[in-house]
Every structure is written in C-alpha cells, then in structure tokens.
C-alpha cells in the first residue's frame, strides 16, 4: 500500500527517487553499523537530522531497547559533531517518555540513571541477568520503552549547547488526517490494534476509563509538526542552556477515550468488514476486578467452548482475519492462544487507557504563532484546527483498507455478513438469557421446597 501513498507525489515529481539516497545502517549495533563511505557522505552532505528511529515494543528487552532508543542516538549525535552544515537536530521522544510524573511539561526531567551508565551496564552485564534485574531498573516506569525514551532524553541534555537540537514529543500517532491520503495507517500499535480487534468482533471488552482524555494525534499532522520544529531548532541555534522541548499533543482540542471509541465505531459498523469474525459488541470496563471477571465470561468461555468444538471436528478455529491484519503472527494458533496474546497487550496498555496526563504546551503554540498563514497551510499542524468527527469518518476506512487490505468493492457482501452476524449475536444472548433465567427459576425452586414454601 506505500504505492498509494505515495501516488500524489508521483504526479507531481515523477522522479523523486532519484532525489534520494539510502544507506545501510542498523541502530542496534555499534556506531550504527555505518560504512566509513557513507559516514563521510553523511558528514558532508547532511544539514537537517530527524532521529526518529526507535523499537516501539513495550516488553522489549532492556538491552536491545537501549542499545537502539539510547545508544544509537548517542551515537549520531557523536557523528553529528563533524556535520559543518548541519542547522538542525531533532530527536523524537515521546510525550509519555516521563509518565512516571502527572504534570508533563516541556523541560528536562531527572533520569534514576545516566544514559552512559545504561549503556555500560547493558554492555556488560549478560542478557539473562538483565532480565532478572530489570524490574528493579524500571521501578516505576510501566515499560522498557518509556524507560529507554526517558534516559535517551537525558543524552539530549548531555549535549547542550554543542550542537543545535531539539526534542519533538508527539502523543500517540494515528491515521493520517488529511494527506497524502486521508486514513492512511500501516502498523496496529495502540488504539488501532485494539480498534481492529473490535471491529472484526475479537475484542469485547478492555481495561479503561472512558472519560480519560486520551492524547491523540494525526500522522501527517505530526510529521509536518516535526519539520517545523526543525526549522525552529534552526533558528535558535546552539544554546547553552535552553534546549527547545515540544509538546505535540491534542490538549487544546481534547478527546475522551469514550469520544473516540464512539466515533469510531459509528462510522465502522456502516462499513463493516468481511474479515469480521463475530458481531461487534463491545464495552469500557474502569475496574480491574470487573474486567479480569468479564475476560473469563466474555473471552475465554467463547474461545474455550470454539477451541473444544474444532477439536472434535478436527479442524482448527478460524482467525484467518486476525492471522493477516496480525502479519500472520498469530497463524496456527488456537482462539485461546490468541486471546492470551491480546490480554498481554491490553496489560501493557492498562495504563495508558486508565490514566490521565496534564501536559504543557507553551513552547508549541509559541511556535506555531511564529508560522506565516502560507506556512500554516502548507505544513497543516495546529491540533485546535482538527474535526475529530471529520477525522473519524476516515479511520476505520483507512484501518479496513490498508492494515485488513479489504477493499471497498467488499463491502455490500460484508454488510449482509454483519447482519447475519447480528442476529447469530442476538440469538445467542436470547439462548444464554434463557439458560440463565432456568438455572436461576431451578436453584429459586429447589430453595422454596427446601424451606417448606412450595
């Protein structure tokens, strides 16, 4: 699907290709793994660096999560120095890299460890060990990934006033919002993950707080937010003591998780799938003992009871949707199986979908005063100028199209496939009702002979 994306541009510059030039490197190994060729082109030609490059995994390990979202960034920085033409450096952190705080504001904060004595422990301890010690290097950080992002921030710090850099905290990128495709989206991180699970009739209920503002923001919105932080890093030059930090989050256009959830599934079930495994049928659960008893009744009893079905027929369940819009990762393996996958991430993400942040964004909106309406136009990134509901329309399109590659020419079928599923939905909560009411009338009964009433 990049071919669509890139469709518009290829109109316009037929020969953009040859306007780029890749290397090969890779982040997780010493000083990039750049040929001395290419470090030399990179040192004479390069003007502008974006470092955006990071493992995204929360349960990464802590030495591979180190060694590409601290030490590779170290590393460039290193390089960096010898680039007489660079203007500007801008590193992508996050803006959860400091949610251990409930005020997230855009300054530096302390670090329980310096980046060079991260780097030296990972390097020397041996990866067993590291395992059994993370938890204690994490404290209370909720994964390695915010952890590292944290820490790499603090090389950032380290290198004040040599170089002229920068730090760009995005919220959590979605969908693009208006080009060069509206919608468009290739990985199922976060909220789309869990989107798609929904959508296809998987996912019934997740840990959350639905009146949580939730810290959204579109992917071409982000990116033209990134290339005018470059510009300003540009501007203000290698200072000493004041780094730019910017916040790119959705506080001044908020959205509840419940707003999103909503919008979101009203334009979804008008254009349903036809990878869809079941009716969707889905709820928000704030307590934890709650949703820990509901996965039980509502995930696992279904999965065990089509698991033990397939087995006595011989075949396996079919998740053929969730094997593909998953990149085949879960092929082969049975509904409970694929549940425990999914209730894995949901505990990586509880915290992010029942906790509430307050961020600061001055420094931004500062920023953005300082753009020309030409500018403003042409790189589209104030998030008080986003239509939520306009950008919901598109999602789920985008969702369906590029991450379950189902085009819209299926969606007819899908929809006669949905009605059916509705109405298998219904009776089954008609069949559980009904059993129900004669367990309850059979134990009520039993009670009122036992005691002399009937």
């Known amino acids: 699907m ?3 994306l890139f469709s518009t541009l290829k109109k316009k510059e037929p020969t953009f290709r040859n306007r780029i030039i890749s290397i090969e490197g890779d982040c997780s190994l010493p000083n990039l793994a750049i040929s001395v060729t290419d470090k030399a082109k990179l040192i004479e030609e390069v003007s502008i660096i974006f470092h ?5 995994k929360f349960n990464e390990s802590i030495k591979t999560a180190t060694a590409i979202n601290v030490k590779s960034l170290k590393d460039l920085i290193n390089l960096s120095k010898n680039m007489l033409k660079l203007k500007s450096f801008v590193h992508v952190s996050s803006a959860y890299a400091n949610c251990i705080h409930s005020l997230i504001e855009e300054k530096f904060y302390k670090t329980s460890i310096d980046a060079d004595k991260l780097i030296n422990l990972v390097d020397d301890i041996d990866e067993k060990m590291l395992d059994e010690i993370t938890p204690k290097l994490l404290g209370i950080c909720p994964n390695s990934y915010v952890y590292t992002k944290s820490v790499a921030e603090n090389v950032v710090k380290n290198n004040t006033g ?3 850099i920068g730090i760009f905290r995005p919220g959590i990128v979605i969908s693009t919002y208006r080009e060069p495709i509206q919608g468009w989206i290739d990985n199922i991180y976060g909220p789309v993950g869990l989107g798609i699970g929904v959508g296809i009739g998987l996912i019934r209920i997740i840990h959350c707080d639905k009146s949580v503002k939730v810290s959204l923001v579109p992917g071409d919105m982000t990116i033209n937010g990134l290339i005018v932080s470059a510009w ?3 501007h203000n030059g290698r200072s000493n003591d004041d780094v730019p930090i910017y916040n790119y989050v959705s506080k001044d256009n908020p959205i509840t998780f419940e707003e999103m959830i909503n919008m979101s599934l009203k334009n979804a079930i008008s254009i349903p799938t036809i990878e ?9 659960i704030k307590y934890r003992l709650v949703y820990t008893i509901l996965v039980y009744i509502l995930h696992l009893l279904p999965a065990l009871i089509v698991d033990t079905f397939a087995l006595c027929v011989g075949k396996q369940p079919s998740a053929k949707s969730y094997m593909q819009f998953l ?3 879960y092929f082969g393996l049975r509904l409970l199986k694929i549940y425990n996958k999914i209730h894995k991430l949901s505990d990586l993400l509880g915290i992010f979908t029942t906790t509430e942040w307050k961020f600061t964004n ?4 500062e920023l953005l005063k300082k753009l020309t309406a030409e500018d403003r136009q042409l790189f589209f990134c104030d998030i008080k100028e986003l239509v939520w509901d306009t950008f919901f329309q598109k999602y789920p399109l985008g969702i369906r199209t590029y991450i379950l590659k189902d085009p819209i020419e299926t969606i007819p079928q899908a929809r006669i496939k949905w009605r059916r599923l509705y109405w298998m ?4 909560k008609l069949i559980i009702g009904s059993v129900f009411l004669m367990i309850t009338w059979t134990i009520i009964s039993r009670l009122l002979v036992t005691f002399g009433y009937a």
């Open 2 to 4: 990049l071919t669509d």
């Open 52 to 56: 955006i490059a990071a493992t995204v």
């Open 162 to 164: 040599t170089l002229p």
């Open 232 to 234: 300003d890093i540009a």
């Open 276 to 284: 869809a495994v079941w009716y969707c049928s889905f709820r928000n």
């Open 327 to 329: 990149l085949n990762l």
């Open 362 to 365: 001055e420094r931004w909106n």
């Open 425 to 428: 939905h219904q009776t089954l």
